[in-house]
């Protein structure tokens, strides 16, 4: 079979090599690899480790969707031909994640653990999840993280009910999903975007507002608009000290969920707004399997489809990741079986 390796980082050592096809051990499943997704976070591990402990030869990603080729002894969750998705972090199966105040847990697929831009993996069958019935392996293959994070934030954490209002910031996969799950729950959504071309995209797509930050200050924008209510919820995509400009733009009692690190890993805010409006930053580390679980049922029930900005062929992965840098409508997904 055919598996993206490398040897040491940054995105030149990537090379599609011949290797063995893995034989599942006990407990563990072969599944033959139809469709991945990639990540803004792919895109940091390649070139840059993200200070993560990775074991070379590594094969990098996290986001499957195949199909179970065979079963290892003692497996029972899915059989020979069950339509699976992977989990992000495949430890974190329910409640809080594992791992203490020193040591956070981010043991994650294409990571501490082998990554899925393979034609075939052997992975443990508690490490996958039943695919939506209703979505393709392209489709499927976009929920296991961007999917995840938007509905862990606003479902699993925020609560998020008809007639609040919801900031998207940007159009990439996991905002897209923001706005469709919050469409989904009757939230009001207001898209931030510096392309009026994408923010147009993003009403067809069901955003009540677009705001252009190139033309205005979209935190008054949003202010205005609500008639100085605020947003209920934030998705904050951007990082660093664009944190400010959420926290002001949220409501009494708001939401921010601190999800992107473009612009920095140090992110900044004026305590003032942050203290007097009783605002909850809260960090999302994408979600738990059960959270995953609770979004595909949501996705086959509600008819949610996610937006794919392009898809590559498995050997195209270089011309995907440069596609990734100059950012994208939704997933970018490759075409692996």
């Given amino acids: 079979m055919k598996r993206w390796e490398m040897d040491a980082i940054g995105r030149d050592r990537l090379e599609l090599r011949e290797v063995p096809v893995p034989c599942p051990q006990a407990g563990e499943v072969l599944v033959k690899v139809n469709a991945a ?184 924008a949003v202010l205005r608009i609500t008639h100085d209510h605020g947003a209920d919820h934030v998705l904050e995509l951007v990082g660093g000290p664009h944190l400010g400009r959420a926290v002001q733009a949220a409501a009494i009692d708001g939401r921010v969920y601190q999800i992107g690190v473009m612009e920095g890993f140090d992110i900044a805010a004026s305590a003032g707004p942050l203290m007097l409006k009783n605002v909850v930053v809260h960090g999302i580390g994408v979600g738990h399997r059960r959270a995953l679980e609770d979004l595909v049922a949501a996705v086959d029930q509600t008819g949610i489809k996610p937006v794919i900005d392009t898809r590559y062929p498995f050997a195209d992965l270089p011309a995907a990741l440069d596609r990734l840098d100059r950012g994208a409508f939704g997933k970018l997904v490759i075409d692996v079986g």
């Fill in 37 to 220: 997704s990639l990540n803004y976070r792919d895109r940091l591990v390649i070139d840059g480790g993200m200070g993560l402990p990775l074991a070379f030869p590594f094969t990098p990603g996290s986001d499957l969707a195949g199909e179970v080729a065979a079963v290892g002894e003692g497996t029972s969750r899915f059989g020979i031909g069950d339509r699976v998705i992977s989990n992000f972090a495949p430890d974190w199966i329910d409640g809080a994640p594992k791992g203490d105040a020193r040591t956070p847990p981010y043991r994650t697929l294409g990571g501490v653990y082998p990554g899925v831009l393979a034609e075939y993996v052997a992975f443990p069958e508690e490490w996958l999840v039943r695919a939506p019935a209703t979505l393709s392996d392209a489709q499927a293959s976009t929920l296991p993280c961007a999917g995840l994070t938007a509905w862990f934030s606003l479902v699993e954490k925020g609560k998020v009910r008809a007639g609040e209002t919801v900031i998207v910031e940007g159009t990439g996969g996991v905002a897209l999903f923001g706005l469709q799950i919050a469409k989904a729950h009757g939230a009001r959504v207001i898209v931030i975007s510096g392309s009026a071309e994408k923010l147009e995209r993003a009403r067809l797509l069901g955003a009540d507002h677009g705001i252009d930050r190139t033309a205005q200050d979209w935190p008054e």
